[in-house]
């Protein structure tokens, strides 16, 4: 099984595979916090392009969290897996409750990463959409539709791992799907990390911080 060091390890893996973008014109990396700022921080860095962010947020099942039944964009607009609500009887009131937090959540996250700054412009622009990695795909989902609505000319995901069905069906999102790994059998992103320290806020804000001006 391959695993990388640390993030910024994985960021260095992941600026080789995307060394074509190097430097061209009308061209954004556009990170998901926290863990992806790590990651992408260090492929903007290497490929000598701007960085910015996307807030989407995951939402988890009841009693595992980390368990994602689907994500919301920033503005609130919802991405759910109707099987799995159907399979663990989640409550119309349990998602409408859930969704209402985590759009606060990603409005405050938005807000208080990129302080203040101008909105982002992503017209006509080519668009490098990192993370340290994907595992049901739901925040990607959530993520590209945020990326797409602002009239980006062309997407890219871009990660470390995922899983291989995950890649597949990400494929028919988005112009090209960059993966370094690809497992059939995935259990959390965390698993192919040898160190995967949560990421504070204060550490996004001091990366984007050193990028963004």
Request: a negative charge; one cysteine or more.
């Amino acid at each position: 099984m391959k695993s990388f060091h640390h993030r910024k390890a994985a960021g260095r893996e992941l600026a080789k595979a995307l060394v074509s973008y190097a430097e061209a014109p009308n061209t954004q990396v556009i990170a998901l916090p926290r863990g992806g700022v790590v990651v992408g921080e260090v492929v903007s860095t290497t490929l000598h392009l701007p960085l910015d962010i996307v807030s989407p947020r995951k939402i988890g099942a009841p009693f595992n969290p980390e368990l994602a039944i689907g994500a919301i964009t920033e503005t609130g607009e919802g991405f759910f897996s109707t099987r799995l609500i159907k399979e663990l009887g989640i409550s119309k009131e349990y998602l409408d409750k859930t969704v209402a937090e985590e759009k606060v959540k990603a409005k405050w996250r938005l807000d208080h990463y990129r302080g203040g700054r101008p909105p982002r412009d992503l017209e006509g622009q080519v668009i490098l959409i990192i993370d340290d990695g994907i595992a049901t795909g739901s925040t990607m989902h959530a993520a590209i539709q945020t990326v797409r609505t602002e009239k980006a000319s062309c997407i890219i995901v871009a990660v470390p791992v995922a899983p291989l069905d995950t890649v597949i069906r990400l494929e028919k999102e988005v112009d090209k799907v960059v993966c370094l790994y690809s497992p059939t059998v995935f259990f959390a992103v965390g698993q192919f990390y040898e160190e995967f320290e949560q990421t504070t806020d204060d550490e996004v804000i001091s990366l984007l911080n050193s990028k963004m001006g």
